[in-house]
């Protein structure tokens, strides 16, 4: 069974290092000791704790069959007459939209404001991490 470190949970959950040890000391997400003395995360328990955070209200599951939401920040509008490119940063992630001008101003999209990738696609390459 694979096993993380804090460390590497940290990045796979795309959140810091401290986050996870504040869960870990607060027993939200189960880790052990090992023989040094470091604390490692069981695989499947890292999996489970990943699939609670994309329950909750900000995940949005339940109203539409895109089960692909990336939260983040707006980087990035470059717009012009008709069209808009939208950059968001979703943890490590970088997502480019491209849109109508009308609805990134609907939407009131700018840099700075949080927003929420909605991916659905026909095609998905999975690669071994």
């Known amino acids: 069974m694979a096993t993380y470190r804090?460390?590497?949970?940290?990045?796979?959950?795309?959140?810091?290092?401290?986050?996870?040890?504040?869960?870990?000391?607060?027993?939200?997400?189960a880790a052990t000791r090992d023989e040094h003395g470091h604390?490692?995360?069981?695989?499947?328990?890292?999996?489970?704790?990943?699939?609670?955070?994309?329950?909750?209200p900000d995940g949005g599951t339940g109203r539409s069959s895109a089960r692909n939401r990336l939260r983040g920040i707006v980087t990035a509008v470059s717009r012009d007459s008709v069209m808009a490119q939208v950059d968001i940063q979703?943890?490590?992630?970088?997502?480019?939209?491209?849109?109508?001008r009308e609805a990134v101003d609907e939407l009131g999209l700018d840099v700075g404001s949080t927003a929420v990738a909605v991916i659905k696609s026909t095609t998905v390459v999975v690669e071994r991490g």
């Open 6 to 29: 804090i460390g590497e949970a940290a990045e796979l959950l795309g959140v810091s290092v401290d986050t996870v040890r504040r869960w870990v000391d607060a027993g939200r997400l």
């Open 39 to 56: 604390r490692s995360i069981a695989g499947a328990d890292l999996a489970s704790f990943a699939r609670s955070l994309a329950e909750t």
């Open 90 to 100: 979703a943890g490590p992630f970088r997502v480019v939209s491209l849109m109508s």
